[in-house]
């Protein structure tokens, strides 16, 4: 089992998590504030990024895919570090504090809050989005070398679009394309509920133009984690780290200090 990540700064570790068709790089705008307090690993889930399908196949569900992550954990000799995830990567990240395994979470709108019909719209959404980067290569680049291009791509992922480079959004939509783990984790996306119960400090965090996971579902984030700190991540999408860099690293930064 190869887990590919990057890592950067020094301190207690904090590992970061994607979600579905994503990798390390969504990331990228908040690594180096939060190297400046931890030693911080973006990972590649396996089957996304540069992480290769494990030898079994891909992990079945939840489950699996945590008791995987538990043993890259042991390997890597990460001891309950803090975690943090956004989508896929926030529930995983629930799952992980749920499962004694991190020492904090903060989850960005996490899955596993839904109705069905709250499921069957985002893979619907999320599925054409990766159809739009079926093109050829030359093609995809050359879409998203402006800014409209870069706007009417990932419109629907975060309110900023804008604001990739045309570098980072060709990389983006590649990964999406790429991922073998797409349609296997897809496929089981449906079933999946979040149940657990973290002892640890848990910020569960919403933006509140998410037009993936809508908004409404952390409400029944709320009911589900009580103990959780919950807040709105005003102006942002499903994916904060690009819209609002400067808040989401505050928001990581004050559940991790909290478990301290």
Excluded: K
Aim: proline share 8%; net charge positive.
């Amino acid at each position: 089992m190869r887990i590919a990540y990057e890592r950067r700064g020094s301190g207690t570790p904090l590992v970061l998590i994607h979600g579905i068709g994503h990798h390390w790089r969504a990331w990228e705008p908040v690594l180096d504030r939060l190297a400046e307090s931890h030693d911080v690993i973006a990972i590649d889930l396996p089957g996304f990024g540069c992480s290769p399908v494990p030898d079994g196949g891909m992990p079945d569900g939840m489950g699996p895919t945590v008791a995987l992550l538990r043993r890259w954990l042991a390997r890597e000799g990460l001891d309950r570090p803090h975690v943090a995830g956004n989508s896929l990567g926030g529930a995983i990240a629930l799952e992980l504090a749920a499962a004694g395994l991190a020492a904090s979470a903060t989850a960005f709108a996490p899955a596993g809050f839904w109705r069905r019909w709250h499921v069957a719209y985002a893979l619907t959404v999320l599925n054409t989005l990766r159809w739009g980067t079926m093109l050829p290569s030359p093609l995809v680049r050359a879409h998203l070398s402006a800014r409209t291009g870069r706007s009417l791509a990932f419109g629907m992922l975060m309110r900023h679009p804008g604001r990739l480079t045309a570098e980072r959004a060709t990389a983006d939509a590649l990964a999406m394309r790429d991922a073998p783990g797409f349609r296997p984790v897809a496929r089981t996306a449906a079933a999946y509920r979040y149940r657990g119960t973290p002892t640890v400090p848990v910020t569960v965090a919403w933006g509140d133009r998410d037009r993936i996971l809508l908004p409404a579902q952390a409400a029944t984030a709320r009911r589900a984690l009580p103990h959780a700190t919950h807040i709105t991540l005003p102006h942002c999408g499903h994916v904060p780290m690009s819209d609002n860099p400067t808040l989401v690293t505050t928001t990581i930064l004050s559940t991790t200090t909290t478990a301290l």
